[in-house]
Every structure is written in C-alpha cells, then in structure tokens.
C-alpha cells in the first residue's frame, strides 16, 4: 500500500500474483513496464476527478488497469462520469501516439517498443469493454442512467456485466481440448463474475447509497434552483416503489392520488427520503407514513 498526495494505492492480490509469475519467468522488464502503463492509466481518472472537485479516497491497481474509490459527495453529474471514466484509456491511447512517435528514433528499443505498445492497446481496449468495474461498465452505467431511472440503471448494467463476465469465461475455456485453456482470460473472467456478483447482492447498499448522498445533492441543488420532474403515484404504492422511480440529477415532486384519482398529497421529494431513512419502511403505502 503506497499514498500519494493524499490517494491510498493498493495492488489487488490479481495483480500480486501476476508479479510473482513475472519474477519467477524472468520477465522483470515487463512486469515494470505493465506497472507503470497501469499507474498511468489511474493518474488519468485522478486527475479529471480532481478536476471536478471529487476527492479520489484508493486505487486498487489491477494488470489490466484499476478500481478507483471516489467521493464525489453526490454531486457529479453523469457527463462528469463518463469524461472520468474515459480519462484512463485516454492516457493509454496518448502513450500508443508517443510509442509510434518514438519508434521512427534510434533511442527506443523496437522490442521492447512493441510490448509496450501492444500492452497499451490492449489494456486500454479492454477496460473499454462493457463490464463493470472496468471503465467500459461505469461509462455504460452512467449513461443508462440519463435515460433509465436510477435502480433500472444499476440493475440493466450489473446484469450485463454478469452476462458478459460469464462470456469471457467461456471463451476462455473453449477448445479447452485442442488449443488449451487461456489461463489469463480465465482468472480475470473469474474476477469480474464475482466483482460483479457482489455488487449484485449488495444492491440493496448501493441504492441506499445513493439516496444518502442524493440529500446532501439536494441541498446543493434547490438552494440553486432547480426543474422538478413530477411522480405520480397511487397512495397505495409502497416507498420503495416511489424511490426506484427517482432519476439522477433531476428533482421530484411526489404527487399521491386517492383511487377516485383526486390528489391526496403533493410530496418533496427529501421528505420521502428523510422519512425512509429515519423509518427505514420500504414496504410500508405512501399514505400510510405520510398521509
């Protein structure tokens, strides 16, 4: 664990175990070169987090890139998100310019040019696939959430990734038989099933999440002014089933109608927020805590 101006970075145990694998099979270079294309590659989304005012708390640094832990305090936006998210493999498409640049001079090595070259495009294609932690899968999960409310978004790319985790283990393992078993792909498939499997479990925590930090957007937000987006709903619709309807960025206004289909209430909606926090009453009707 090393910290540098104030971000915790952490190998991942993958990552440990590709480095002594590389020091075993002598392929020390490599392994400093696949070290400092990942630390590179962090520094990308480090600073345009900064950028935005998001303090940046651990990376954990994998072979294949990293899993940034950031606090933006509920105030970014889903742009925000994507130009983060795609400030990494920036940094590896501007080292695949310099390599190119570099190759046509005597001082750069064209063997070890070329590696560092192919790691390159390699891992910044790769985290550009659509699969969650990888950069690909939050850009994905950000975007759905500009169109899809908020618990759609979380569940439409948590799944996918569940999907596309099982395919890369697939592939992996096909023509086991005859080429053999690509043991690389295997193990980071593995990883990205089961990363992807506890965020499934704990989507319940990820949701709450949000909606602790959406109060303190909120108090950001209004005080700034704001468009609302109105929700309607029968006073019978349970708490839980108003808060999935909630989309990032945007305000509500609960309106609660009676089965004649007259207004019964018009809610903010902190108010069911604070009262789900406080109660911590999902299945409870609307009308019930607030009527």
């Known amino acids: 664990m090393i910290k540098l101006l104030g971000t915790t970075y952490r190998l991942h145990p993958l990552f440990l175990m590709v480095m002594a694998v590389s020091l075993l099979t002598g392929y020390f270079v490599e392994l400093v ?49 994507i130009v983060v998210y795609l400030a990494g493999p920036m940094q590896n498409a501007l080292m695949i310019g310099l390599s190119l640049l570099l190759q046509q001079t005597a001082v750069w090595d064209q063997q070890w040019g070329n590696y560092f070259l192919e790691s390159n495009l390699i891992i910044g294609l790769f985290n550009l696939s659509p699969i969650l932690p990888l950069d690909g899968g939050k850009i994905m999960q950000s975007l759905m959430s500009l169109w899809l409310n908020y618990y759609s978004a979380l569940m439409f790319s948590i799944w996918t990734s569940l999907i596309s985790s099982a395919v890369v283990i697939a592939y992996a393992l096909a023509g086991w038989h005859s080429a053999g078993i690509r043991l690389n792909l295997l193990v980071i498939g593995c990883f990205l099933l089961y990363s992807n499997w506890f965020d499934y479990r704990n989507l319940p925590y ?17 005080g700034k002014g704001a468009e609302a987006r109105p929700i309607v709903v029968n006073g019978g619709n349970t708490v839980s089933h108003i808060l999935r309807r909630f989309h990032r960025n945007k305000v509500h206004i609960i309106y609660v109608l009676n089965d004649k289909g007259a207004i019964q209430g018009i809610l903010p909606e902190h108010r069911v927020i604070s009262g789900f926090l406080s109660d911590h009453k999902p299945g409870s009707a609307v009308s019930e805590l607030f009527m």
């Open 206 to 222: 990820l949701f709450l999440r949000f909606l602790v930090k959406r109060e303190f957007w909120l108090s950001r937000t209004i």
């Open 33 to 81: 070169t696949l070290f400092g294309i990942v630390v590179i590659h962090e520094w990308g989304h480090v600073a345009a987090a900064r950028s935005f005012g998001w303090k940046v708390r651990e990376i954990q640094l994998l072979p294949f890139g990293g899993v940034a832990v950031m606090d933006d305090q509920g105030q970014g936006s889903a742009w925000q998100e």
